[in-house]
């Protein structure tokens, strides 16, 4: 499976589930919230998108259910399952955690 | 992908399994809905529609791939595959009906046979005998009378118990004149068996005390379903023995049917020795009266053993050999000196070595014979499709399918056919099963009949031959058929470089089944020659006589009674018309009971004192040698009237009398017979019986033994309550049982009359093995001629079709068409003839194992294998040349198909 060559491996899905955790949203939904909280600095191809978001599915973390869209189409909405919540909290801390002591790390060399 | 939380997500996989198509248009959907949502919004950006899309999918950045990713998320690609390979086998096999139906048919044959054939092996060899702890048990084959095993038994150094049985099957009439057979045993028999009884006990040791012990009987579980509807109150009711009344005391448990010794015989029930005079009426007659107490009887029972813990074999062995050599010491005589006691574990059981081994391994073999031929035929077809649909396979590769996708997709072909041929299998492995079951092979007194179930391990055997043939038939054709170069196959050209090189392989195949077939025909051949040749043979009496048995149980040993019966019922069933005449006679020919010997000496003693030579005899009434057309040589037939007379009289055939009076007559000789006393162990002094007649030398027991001196005593003089009713007739044999077995009754209703078959269907059974294994090795050998030449038709056939240019162009040149077919039958009678010579070899390899069943017939024989020889190539030349004609077309028409 091919990965957005900008993202850090595995942080597509904690943005995915942290996306979703806020509430339940379609691909496209998805794809624009991202660029909005990034402020357009995380570009993840509108492809690329849809790979992940199965295997999340077929992970159990995320459920799928189709729904009418804003404009009154009928849209696959996803939300996070309870099982994704946990990964999520898991996820996040292991980021916290890695990103800390890569941004110390950064630091240490600044010195 | 191993996925987590299986559970959550199983609704999800299902459905992308069994609603595949739903799920394939909700993906197209989601990226469809994407896809617009970004047009609008370029749209609303200020592009034209068409820029939009363009810029839309540049977005997503190769749609279909990432579509691709969404459905190996799935991580079920691989079934889905499967699947349509499955689904596009079964429409390449429904488009060629005819040979899918033939192959099917072929292999649901070949592996329901080998299943069913498998299950008789089970249930011969496999199935566990009915002993409970079997690894301790041990039998002593015949070796004791009933005193002497008292004695064994009350040392208890080795044997924690020692259980006998009499040899002699009992036989016992029950309610309704049922004829019964069963065991007398020894009253530890059950605990020695070992399994819970099904009902009530086994016998009690005073059961076994021979004055005023109680009439007791255990009935097996067999009867007591059929005989009182698994009555759960039978313990206390009776059992009816030859107007003997026993009480029921248990049921036997119901895995044991017969002994050890026979797999599948059938007993009714059990008895304690000390019951058989009883039963037997044997007590009224002096001579048997004692005969159970009696250390002189022989060795008429037969043991078995629990080893103690810890005791070995050998310390078993060297410790009877102590009990035995005391015995001799104490009783001389009444136990054979043996010093080294016959013991051997009951697991290691002897009847593997016997017949029921002979006929599985002939069943296994024509069986697995015919399987491995049909695998070979149909891999056979595969690799002629397989070279047809080259230039297929070829286009699939070249439009970028893996050589491993097509490899899966032929064996997806292959799988489709032995799952079509496994389901059918079961069909024939169940009507296989009923058809063998419904065989009875008739045992002397009872029937032995294998108790065959539809079981797992065969199901599990049958889907393992299934798969091992898909295998087998589908795997070479798969890799062959896409070995080849790409530009090899799409051009033209590259399909002879291809034929040669699978024409080699499929010559193997004709050539190997040609030694089968060659192999399972000479098999068949040799053994229905020796068949033919036996029964066909002059045994040297009327092999049409008519066989009636009689059983005067209920007259004991009333000597009077019992000739009065004998001759009223000789002089009313000669008067009835459609017979000619009539005689009784002990042993009838050819019977397998056994035969009567007696002692005899010559009379003058040529030879010294204690030279006694034991020959067959048998009891014959007035008129048997008439009956039975046996000529009378010299001298003269018993007389009815000789019974009057207190001398002693025989007739003897040829043999003896070539053998004891060579060059004079012996008519008017006198030979004596030794007489023995059983209660004094010692004789009672010589009979003296005068020779009245010479009659010739017959065939008695086997129609292959050899030249045998015979005696024939009056019946008079020696008789059972069994003798057989000879009858010469000259109407339908069939059409007279009945009213001979009516006007025997009629006589005395206590006579038991049995059977009623001509001599000639009683020489007939002796081959029923044999004539049953030439006719599987028969059958499945026709068969794999017709298999092998359908496979060299196909091989000719397909090369003539290969070089049809090289012959058009050849006979363009102008070689005559005559010479073009000759030489491609030669190409294929080269490969016969290799498969015969190599399958000729093989048979005269393998005859040896059959050799000493044949009675004398070579397993060389040169007339079976001539003959065989002379068929296959006959078989195979029509083979080739129906193909090999069409070599010999128009060469115009052959150049212009290019």
Redesign the interface.
């Known amino acids: 499976?091919?990965k957005p060559s900008d993202l850090v491996q595995g942080t597509l899905d904690l943005l995915i589930l942290k996306i979703l955790a806020l509430q339940p949203l379609?691909?496209?939904s998805i794809?624009q919230r991202l660029r909005q909280i990034s402020s357009d600095t995380l570009q993840v191809?509108?492809?690329?998108l849809?790979?992940a978001l199965?295997?999340l599915?077929?992970?159990?973390w995320i459920t799928a259910e189709?729904k009418q869209?804003e404009n009154n189409?009928?849209?696959?909405f996803y939300s996070l399952?309870r099982?994704g919540r946990k990964q999520l909290q898991k996820e996040a801390a292991n980021w916290n955690r890695l990103s800390a002591a890569i941004s110390h790390v950064v630091q240490l060399e600044e010195l | 992908m191993r996925p987590k939380h299986w559970f959550h997500t199983l609704p999800l996989r299902m459905r992308s399994i069994f609603l595949r198509r739903q799920a394939e248009r909700e993906l197209a959907e989601e990226f469809e809905y994407h896809l617009e949502m970004r047009i609008r919004e370029c749209i609303a950006g200020g592009m034209t529609p068409e820029e939009a899309r363009l810029v839309a999918l540049r977005a997503m950045d190769g749609m279909e791939q990432h579509k691709e990713e969404c459905r190996d998320v799935r991580g079920l690609r691989w079934i889905h595959e499967f699947l349509q390979d499955l689904r596009h086998a079964f429409r390449i096999w429904a488009k060629s009906p005819g040979f899918t139906i033939v192959a099917v048919l072929m292999l649901a044959l070949g592996i329901g046979a080998n299943t069913a054939v498998i299950s008789v092996y089970e249930a011969l060899v496999l199935r566990p005998l009915p002993f409970g702890q079997i690894d301790r048990l041990v039998e002593i084959p015949p070796g004791f009378n009933y005193p002497n095993y008292l004695d064994i038994r009350a040392d208890d150094q080795v044997f924690s118990d020692l259980a006998v049985w009499m040899v002699l099957p009992l036989q016992a009439r029950g309610a309704n004149s049922k004829m019964l057979s069963g065991r007398a045993v020894s009253s530890n028999y059950f605990q020695v068996v070992g399994l819970p009884m099904t009902l009530g006990r086994g016998f009690l040791t005073e059961e076994e005390k021979l004055s005023g012990s109680r009439p007791v009987a255990v009935i097996s579980n067999r009867l007591w379903k059929n005989g009182y509807g698994s009555d759960p109150l039978v313990v206390g009711k009776t059992l009816k023995l030859n107007d003997e009344l026993l009480t029921i005391v248990g049921v036997a448990p119901k895995e044991l049917r017969g002994d050890l010794g026979l797999g599948g015989v059938y007993w009714d029930m059990w008895v304690p020795i000390p019951m058989l005079p009883r039963i037997l009426h044997l007590d009224r007659e002096p001579m048997w009266r004692d005969a159970i107490e009696n250390r002189a009887m022989g060795e008429w029972l037969w043991s078995f053993g629990r080893l103690r813990p810890g005791v070995t074999l050998g310390q078993a062995r060297a410790r009877m050999a102590v009990l035995f050599a005391n015995l001799q010491k104490s009783y001389p005589g009444s136990i054979k000196d043996r010093s080294k006691p016959n013991l051997v574990p009951v697991s290691q059981a002897r009847w593997l070595q016997g017949n029921s081994l002979f006929s599985a391994v002939i069943l296994a073999a024509a069986t697995l014979g015919i399987l491995f031929i049909t695998c070979m035929n149909i891999a056979n077809l595969l690799l002629a499709r397989g070279s047809a649909r080259q230039r297929e396979i070829a286009t699939r590769l070249a439009l970028g399918a893996s050589r491993a996708r097509v490899v899966r997709q032929l064996l997806a072909e292959g799988f489709a056919l032995s799952a079509v041929a496994l389901l059918l299998s079961l069909a024939v492995y169940s009507l296989t099963l009923q058809l063998m079951s419904a065989f009875e092979i008739p045992f002397n007194f009872s029937q032995i009949n294998l108790d065959l179930g539809f079981d797992r391990r065969a199901l599990i055997f049958a889907m393992g031959i299934g798969l091992l043939t898909n295998v087998m038939f589908g795997l070479a054709p798969a890799l062959a058929a896409t070995r080849t170069g790409l530009s090899g196959a799409l051009k033209d050209q590259g399909f002879l470089v291809i034929g040669f090189r699978k024409a080699r392989c499929r010559r193997l195949l004709v050539v190997s089944q040609m030694i089968l077939t060659v192999v399972l025909l000479v098999g068949a051949g040799i053994l229905g020659r020796m068949v033919w040749r036996f029964v066909s043979a002059d045994p040297g009496f009327d092999k049409n006589v008519l066989i009636v048995s009689s059983d005067l149980p209920t007259y004991g040993i009333d000597k009077a009674k019992q000739m009065r019966f004998y001759r009223q019922s000789l002089e009313r069933i000669r008067r009835i018309s459609g017979v000619r005449s009539a005689a009784w006679g002990i042993t009838p020919p050819f019977d397998q009971r056994g035969y009567f010997a007696e002692n005899v000496q010559p009379e003058p003693a040529a030879y010294g004192k204690e030279d006694w030579f034991s020959i067959q005899s048998n009891s014959v009434s007035p008129g048997y040698f008439q009956t039975m057309r046996i000529p009378i040589l010299q001298g003269r037939d018993f007389d009815d009237r000789d019974s009057q007379n207190p001398a002693g009289m025989v007739i003897i055939n040829e043999t003896m009398a070539r053998r004891f009076w060579p060059g004079t007559t012996p008519v008017g000789k006198q030979i004596r017979v030794k007489k023995p006393d059983p209660r004094e162990n010692r004789d009672q002094g010589p009979e003296l019986c005068e020779v009245i007649g010479v009659v010739k030398d017959v065939k008695y027991e086997t129609p292959w033994e050899g030249k045998i001196p015979y005696i024939y005593f009056p019946y008079w003089h020696k008789f059972f309550t069994q003798m057989s009713l000879h009858v010469s007739v000259t109407e339908n044999p069939d059409s007279m049982i009945v009213p001979i077995r009516k006007l025997c009754e009629s006589v005395d209703s206590g006579a038991v009359i049995n059977g009623g078959f001509v001599i000639s269907t009683q020489l007939e059974s002796l081959f029923s093995k044999e004539r049953a294994a030439a006719c599987v090795l028969g059958i499945s050998g026709l068969l794999a001629l017709i298999l092998a030449a359908i496979g060299l038709y196909g091989i000719i056939s397909y090369s003539v079709t290969q070089r049809t240019r090289e012959f058009g162009i050849r006979m363009a040149l102008g070689a005559r068409g005559g010479e073009i077919v000759r030489q491609v039958i030669c190409e294929g009678m080269k490969m016969v003839a290799l498969g015969l010579a190599i399958g000729l070899s093989c048979s005269a390899a393998l005859s040896r194992f059959v050799a000493s069943r044949l009675h004398g017939l070579s397993p060389l024989d040169p007339t079976t294998y001539a003959a065989i020889t002379i068929f296959v190539i006959s078989i195979a030349f029509l083979a080739a040349f129906l193909p090999a004609r069409r070599a010999a077309a128009n060469p115009m028409d052959a150049l212009r198909t290019e």
């Not at chain 1, 191809?45 to 690329?48: A, F, I, K, P, Q």
């Not at chain 1, 599915?57 to 159990?60: A, M, N, V």
Request: aromatic share 12%; glycine share 12%; no cysteine.
């Open positions: 499976m091919s379609n691909g496209w794809s191809s509108d492809g690329s849809y790979p199965h295997k599915e077929h992970e159990g189709w869209s189409r009928r849209a696959k399952s099982l």
